[in-house]
């Protein structure tokens, strides 16, 4: 029975904020498997390699700031994951290391169990990793994006690779859209509970999504739900990026709902 266990990691730094384990060490209960998930926090993108060896790792998950820099060590890359030009998942096989990207997956899930993509626009606010996942996923479901960010020479690369719009953060109460994706970590716990945009100009959109999902009501969608939107936190895009690790890394079919309430009863024992 030993010999058959198997460990799966998350690697970031920090790391501690995530509930990536909780939500995947219960699938691997509720399944029966005789596996693990641990969090790993390392500096360097070459940790994560060294580590997967030492451990002798089946899969990963890797978070923030190592989601671009892991790509070089890798043996190989899905073609989703090229696109974006960031990997969140690893499977470790015996074709070697191979990346790939589950959030956008999470945020198409996400956006279409409250809304529309195809021929509908779409603000992104952010230049990071996950707003290429989130263009890469609006684009390939025939949506239309806007890129908006803080700093500009970013925001404008970013629009340029992608072949869309960028106007600046400060912007935004100029524009108006369909959809609004917030995915900075500005409302994030430990990232102090502000909103990225004023609450004035939320009327122009019809849709608020924040990525965030440590609070599941940020201010942004606080202020939002005000304004009359609909709101789509972060939970969903979450749960079925994780979801879409656990289908790569053991081929079973990833109990949804049942993550989705263990992440639910998590962030409520959190508060309470
Ligand atoms: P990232 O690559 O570091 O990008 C962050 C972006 O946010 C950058 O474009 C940055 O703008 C912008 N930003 C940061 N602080 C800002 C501020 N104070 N005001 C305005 N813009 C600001 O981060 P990431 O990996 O994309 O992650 C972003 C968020 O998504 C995090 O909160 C993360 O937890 C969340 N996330 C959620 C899920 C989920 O499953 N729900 C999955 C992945 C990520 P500049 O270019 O100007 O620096």
Not at 135 to 141: A, R, S, V
Request: aromatic share 6%; with cysteine.
């Amino acid at each position: 029975m030993k010999g058959l266990h198997k460990t799966y990691a998350l690697f970031g730094n920090p790391v501690r904020h995530s509930l990536s384990p909780v939500m995947h060490k219960a699938v691997f209960r509720k399944c029966n498997m005789d596996a693990s998930y641990i969090a790993i926090s390392v500096k360097e993108p070459i940790d994560i390699i060294r580590k997967i060896k030492e451990l002798n790792l089946q899969g990963c998950s890797i978070t923030i700031p190592h989601k671009t820099t892991v790509m070089e060590y890798l043996d190989g890359v899905t073609t989703s994951a090229k696109e974006i030009g960031a990997v969140n998942t690893i499977m470790c096989s015996q074709k070697g290391l191979i990346g790939d990207n589950t959030d956008w997956i999470g945020i198409v899930h996400a956006l279409r169990e409250s809304t529309e993509i195809g021929g509908k626009s779409f603000v992104i606010l952010g230049a990071g990793g996950t707003a290429r996942a989130a263009l890469f996923g609006i684009l390939k479901e025939g949506g239309i994006p806007v890129v908006l960010n803080r700093t500009a020479k970013r925001g404008e690369a970013l629009a340029r690779e992608f072949g869309c719009e960028f106007h600046p953060l400060e912007d935004i109460s100029k524009i108006s859209a369909y959809c609004l994706i917030n995915t900075t970590p500005v409302g994030m716990a430990g990232y102090g509970t502000e909103s990225p945009v004023k609450r004035k100009g939320l009327e122009n959109f019809s849709v608020v999504m924040d990525v965030i999902y440590t609070p599941l009501k940020t201010k942004l969608l606080k202020d939002a739900e005000e304004a009359g939107c609909v709101t789509v936190s972060g939970l969903s895009m979450f749960v079925r990026q994780g979801a879409e690790q656990i289908r790569r890394w053991t081929g079973i079919d990833p109990p949804i709902e049942f993550m989705k309430n263990i992440v639910m009863k998590t962030l409520n024992d959190a508060r309470n």
